[in-house]
Structure formats: structure tokens, C-alpha cells
């Protein structure tokens, strides 16, 4: 299993380091590189830095309550947005949701490249965001990311220790529900995950 994969986790303890901007550059960088339908590249990030006490609070205040007991001490916070119709024939964009999280997932595995963590949050005021951020009306707010070092010690992930459906129960094989036979053991050897 692939390293970056493994480590990732949804963390809360974040070391108040500041991320550097060459990195804070990386991230969108690896997000812009995501495939899209029509290549629209339907997203739009709004990111605020600890610093910058007076927008890291904006974010920080659309956080639900249990949210920001955590995010409050990361040193980035972003919000992603996607554009609902697609610029070329402006038609709506069936993908735009779909396309964001691409790119929050190129965004999350390049941070771990660089040792940073994020967090995503569907648990914020998607209504107030709109305002508080001047979001166009043509594009929905999707999700908050709460990046940073992490705080405690990595310890080594034990792939088992996750709390996941096993794959029979969501990988079919000639029809819906019909769960696909994958040798276990060929597949874990030749990942070398033992
Ligand atoms: C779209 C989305 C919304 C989420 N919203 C929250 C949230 O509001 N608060 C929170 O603590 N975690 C949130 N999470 C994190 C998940 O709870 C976490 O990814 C899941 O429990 C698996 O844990 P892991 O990421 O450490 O593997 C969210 C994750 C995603 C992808």
C-alpha cells in the first residue's frame, strides 16, 4: 500500500508552525493538476492564514461549534467552492461537486508529500459562507479544509486499526451486490502491506 495513502488521517491536534507559502503554492498547484469534466476546472478555494487574524476568523466562525474546538489552533484554513454550470456552453456542470473533490484529493496527497495534514469539514454554515465570503451566486461552497503540521507524534498507521467496510462489501463483480473474488493474499504480498 502506498505510504502517503496510509498516513493520511483526519488529525485535530495541529502544531501552530505556520505552513510556508512555496508549500501553500504546491497545494493548489497539485489541485489544479485534477482531471474535470470538460476540464472546467470547476473550483475555487478561499484560504486564510492564522496570521491574518481578521479572515482566519471569518472561516473559523462557519465552522459548527465541535469543529472549531480544533481547527481554531491549524495555521490555514480554505474553503473550496465549485462553479455549478460550465463555462463553455453554460449548460450545468453534472460534475462539479465530483471535479472539486479531485482536486481536494490532489490537494491532500501533495500535503502529505510535504508532512502537512488536512482536514475536511462538511460541518459548517454553507448559507453564511456565501455572504461572509462574497461567493458568486454561481458556485456552491463544498467543503472546509483545516491543514497543518500535526501536533503529535506520527506513529506508524496500522492499516487494520482504520475503521473501514471490508471491499466485499462495496466491490461487485458481474452485478450490484454481488461481491467481487479478490485474492487477499496475492494482493497484500505484492503490495508488500504485511
Ligand atoms: C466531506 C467530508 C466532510 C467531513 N466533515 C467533518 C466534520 O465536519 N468534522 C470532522 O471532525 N470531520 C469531518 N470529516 C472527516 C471524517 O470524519 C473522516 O474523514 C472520517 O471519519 C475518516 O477518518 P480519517 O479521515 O482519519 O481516515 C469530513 C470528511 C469529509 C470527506
Same mark, same amino acid.
Request: hydrophobic share 40%; charged share 25%.
Given at each position: 500500500?502506498?505510504?502517503?495513502?496510509?498516513?493520511?488521517?483526519?488529525?485535530?491536534?495541529?502544531? +501552530?508552525?505556520?505552513?510556508? *507559502? /512555496? #508549500?501553500?503554492?504546491?497545494?493548489?498547484?497539485?489541485? @489544479?493538476?485534477?482531471?474535470? @469534466?470538460?476540464? /472546467? +476546472?470547476?473550483? @475555487?478555494?478561499?484560504? &486564510?492564514?492564522? =496570521?491574518?487574524?481578521? =479572515?482566519?476568523?471569518?472561516?473559523?466562525?462557519?465552522?459548527?461549534?465541535?469543529?472549531?474546538?480544533?481547527?481554531?489552533?491549524?495555521?490555514?484554513?480554505?474553503? &473550496?467552492?465549485?462553479?455549478?454550470?460550465? !463555462?463553455?456552453?453554460? #449548460?450545468?456542470?453534472?460534475?462539479? %461537486?465530483?471535479?472539486?473533490?479531485? &482536486?481536494?484529493?490532489?490537494?491532500?496527497?501533495?500535503?502529505?508529500?510535504? *508532512?502537512?495534514?488536512?482536514? +475536511?469539514?462538511?460541518?459548517?454554515?454553507?448559507? $453564511?459562507?456565501? !455572504?461572509?465570503?462574497?461567493?458568486?451566486?454561481?458556485?456552491?461552497?463544498?467543503?472546509?479544509?483545516?491543514?497543518?503540521?500535526? &501536533?503529535?507524534?506520527? !506513529? #506508524? !498507521? =496500522?492499516?487494520?486499526?482504520?475503521? $473501514?467496510?471490508?471491499?466485499?462489501?462495496?466491490? %461487485? /463483480?458481474?452485478?450490484?451486490? =454481488?461481491?467481487?473474488?479478490?485474492?487477499?493474499?496475492?494482493?497484500?504480498?505484492?503490495?508488500? *502491506?504485511?
Amino acid at each position: 500500500m502506498n505510504k502517503i495513502i496510509l498516513e493520511r488521517k483526519s488529525i485535530k491536534k495541529y502544531s +501552530q508552525i505556520a505552513v510556508e *507559502d /512555496e #508549500k501553500i503554492h504546491l497545494l493548489f498547484k497539485a489541485a @489544479s493538476l485534477a482531471p474535470s @469534466s470538460y476540464n /472546467e +476546472q470547476p473550483w @475555487s478555494f478561499i484560504m &486564510a492564514r492564522s =496570521n491574518d487574524l481578521q =479572515n482566519f476568523n471569518n472561516l473559523l466562525s462557519l465552522m459548527s461549534e465541535k469543529n472549531k474546538e480544533w481547527a481554531k489552533d491549524a495555521p490555514l484554513i480554505v474553503l &473550496a467552492a465549485a462553479k455549478r454550470n460550465l !463555462t463553455i456552453i453554460d #449548460k450545468p456542470n453534472k460534475y462539479y %461537486f465530483y471535479d472539486v473533490s479531485s &482536486a481536494v484529493a490532489n490537494l491532500t496527497y501533495q500535503a502529505l508529500s510535504m *508532512d502537512l495534514y488536512v482536514h +475536511q469539514i462538511g460541518g459548517f454554515d454553507v448559507h $453564511r459562507a456565501k !455572504t461572509a465570503l462574497n461567493i458568486p451566486d454561481e458556485y456552491e461552497p463544498v467543503v472546509m479544509l483545516v491543514i497543518g503540521y500535526n &501536533a503529535e507524534q506520527v !506513529t #506508524k !498507521t =496500522n492499516i487494520h486499526s482504520r475503521i $473501514r467496510k471490508p471491499i466485499s462489501d462495496f466491490v %461487485f /463483480e458481474k452485478k450490484f451486490g =454481488n461481491p467481487a473474488k479478490i485474492n487477499n493474499e496475492v494482493l497484500l504480498i505484492s503490495s508488500g *502491506d504485511k
